[in-house]
């Protein structure tokens, strides 16, 4: 392993509910991730698993506590030097894959970059053919089945050479093959690279892969409504 690329302190995040109470979603103390670790993330839906990827990435802000990355505390950036920040340290598989549907498969890979060091067209098309791709780099996302959506998104992710990457649900629209040669390249890119990974999944194979499983009950100290507001309920808390 290495020097912590994840650090997570006295992490809080609720959301105010229809009737106006608070709901506590995490209230996680502590949580290290070195570089090169590969650990899964386990919990029933609506249990605060993708709540939780959101806030590591910077994309939802929580009520309290810190996020560092590589040292750097994502949500004391301004918002745009933290959509700088995060395209170029951090790779995000997204369960329903956010693909650009306008752009080619080579073509969303290639905007990602775009967001870290720059283009690297060799690098986009070796992604793509390594995810089983190599004859759909001009199709669009409508023009692809969901599973090939899925490993664009999982070519995406790997763009720039990312020091952590988080990946919700990766194999969920994949078959058992393709589910297998998804999870091995996430792990292998990883491995390559010295990044961490931190996969969400409910796929007890892919979990048993990896070489640590958090129950996100076990993370989560308990926790009492807080008392000051609360922002607007999220559409997915998942």
């Known amino acids: 392993m290495g020097e912590p690329v994840l650090e997570i302190h006295d992490l809080v995040k609720s959301y105010r509910a229809p009737d106006g109470e608070r709901t506590p979603v995490l209230s996680i103390p502590r949580l290290v991730l070195d570089a090169g670790a590969q650990v899964g993330l386990r919990g029933p839906s609506g249990s605060g698993k993708t709540t939780l990827l959101h806030v590591i990435a910077g994309i939802v802000r929580p009520d309290a506590g810190r996020v560092l990355i590589a040292g750097q505390d994502v949500h004391a950036l301004p918002e745009a ?3 700088r920040f995060r395209g170029a340290s951090i790779g995000y598989v997204f369960q329903s894959f956010h693909l650009l549907a306008g752009y080619t498969a080579l073509e969303n890979v290639a905007v990602a970059m775009m967001l870290g060091a720059g283009l690297d067209a060799r690098r986009a098309r070796t992604l793509l053919d390594r995810v089983g791709l190599a004859d759909r780099r001009r199709h669009r996302p409508a023009q692809l089945s969901v599973g090939q959506r899925q490993r664009v998104a999982i070519a995406r992710a790997l763009a ?6 988080l990946a919700d649900e990766p194999t969920a629209n994949l078959d ?6 998804a999870i091995s390249l996430l792990r292998a890119v990883c491995r390559e690279q010295n990044a961490a990974l931190l996969v969400v999944s409910h796929d007890e194979r892919l979990l048993g892969e990896l070489d640590t499983v958090h129950e996100l009950s076990e993370l989560n100290a308990p926790t009492s409504p807080p008392s000051t507001a609360a922002p607007s309920s999220p559409a997915d808390a998942a």
């Open 81 to 83: 030097a933290r959509d």
């Open 160 to 165: 720039n050479a990312p020091r952590l990457v």
């Open 176 to 181: 058992p093959v393709r589910a297998g040669e």
